[in-house]
């Protein structure tokens, strides 16, 4: 069973992922403290494009990947601006009450919550977890038992989900049928959930075996099949997004979208 997509490896897979990891989350932090609706726009047009050109995947598949978020920003930017509260109405109806700080409030949100999206899929997006978690070992020291762990977890889901296809196969020929609606719903779980949670049971013991038998618990220095280094691409990386926020600021102050300098939610 192939679970994996095809794509083209760009600079960005290049990147140590312990440090791509730090620098997400140093800008999920940093976007938190941009309140200028302006430099918020700007900076979510350049993670944009990050996204779009250098993740190396097709862009109907980037498209695709994005719907989910591009309704939640529309969701989140609604609402704010529907519902908010603030001083200068615009529009008034029933429940729906449009401030001016409410419009620039919910579009700020939108946005903030497009970022965070962006962010996280170009992460996910460009990272092998095999790689992100030998990377944690050698440069941030993770003790490797909770490092094989998690990719142990991570490579038992595309088995688990093989386990389910196998499992509905074997009982469709046999006639098992679950219908349609909430009760088929409720029936094709009882006629999966057992099956399958007993073999993740055998599958889990039988590599808690194997990593006691390579003394994960004894061994405090370990060698690795792959060896994850610094190159000059993360210093591309880190710099992309150092010129990122003060071009961001820049064409804020100097070429604003709206009047509006600063929104606090």
Known sequence: MNNTFDFRETWLHKINPSLKLLTMIFLFILVIFIHNLNQMILF????????????????????????????IFISTTTSMIFFGKGDTTILRWGL?????????????????????????????????????????????????????????????????????????????????????????????????????????????FRIAVAMEAKRFDYSKERTFYYKIGFSKVDVVFVGYFVVLTGLSFYLAQEFPFFPVTDVRD
């Not at 088995?159 to 296809?165: P, R, S, V």
């Open 44 to 71: 979510t047009i350049m993670t944009m494009i990050l996204f779009v050109f250098f993740t190396g995947h097709p862009y109907k598949r980037i498209l695709l990947f994005s719907i989910p978020f591009l309704f």
């Open 96 to 204: 729906v009450h449009v401030t001016e700080e409410s419009l620039f409030r919910g579009i700020h949100l939108g946005f903030r919550a497009l970022t965070y999206a962006l962010l996280g899929l170009t992460f996910a997006l460009t990272t092998r977890p095999v790689y992100l978690f030998y990377s944690m070992m050698q440069q941030l020291k993770l003790n490797p038992k909770y490092s094989y762990s998690f990719m142990a977890g991570i490579r038992l889901m595309p088995i688990m989900i093989e386990e389910f296809q196998h499992i509905r196969s074997a009982q469709k020929v046999r006639g098992v049928r679950t219908g349609a609606g909430m009760n088929g719903l409720f029936h094709l779980f009882k006629f999966t959930s057992i099956p399958l949670l007993s073999q993740c049971i055998r599958r889990a």
